[in-house]
């Protein structure tokens, strides 16, 4: 499975983002996504999940209420819609995939970086 995130860069506290996760190669196989992100001398923490069929979701306490994640399966894409943006927010933000069978996958990541 090939992950590729898109849709980071600077903005504004107060503001939005959304990154994409496009997936290719054996998607079928995914039963669970995640957005994950690492903060300049911080160990990478876990934002939201949302599993493949369902599309039953999960976020860390500091996201809540900010930031939705969702997914479209026609065109095996995650989405992270992040919004009230805080400077703590500031992160590379990692697309995850796994599956009983597929094991866990990783994107290259993408930088998020909110401004004071």
């Known amino acids: 499975v090939l992950l590729v995130e898109s849709g980071g860069g600077l903005v504004q506290a107060g503001g939005s983002l959304r990154l994409s996760c496009a997936a290719s190669g054996s998607t079928f196989s995914i039963d669970v996504m995640a957005w994950y992100r690492r903060a300049p001398g911080k160990q990478r923490e876990l934002v939201a999940t949302?599993?493949?069929?369902?599309?039953?979701?999960g976020y860390t306490d500091p996201v809540k209420g900010r930031f939705t994640i969702s997914r479209d399966n026609a065109k095996n894409t995650m989405y992270l819609q992040m919004n009230s943006l805080k400077p703590e927010d500031t992160a590379v933000y990692y697309c995850n995939a796994q599956g009983l069978k597929l094991g866990s996958y990783w994107g290259q990541g993408t930088q998020v970086t909110v401004s004071s």
């Open positions: 949302i599993t493949r069929s369902k599309g039953t979701t």
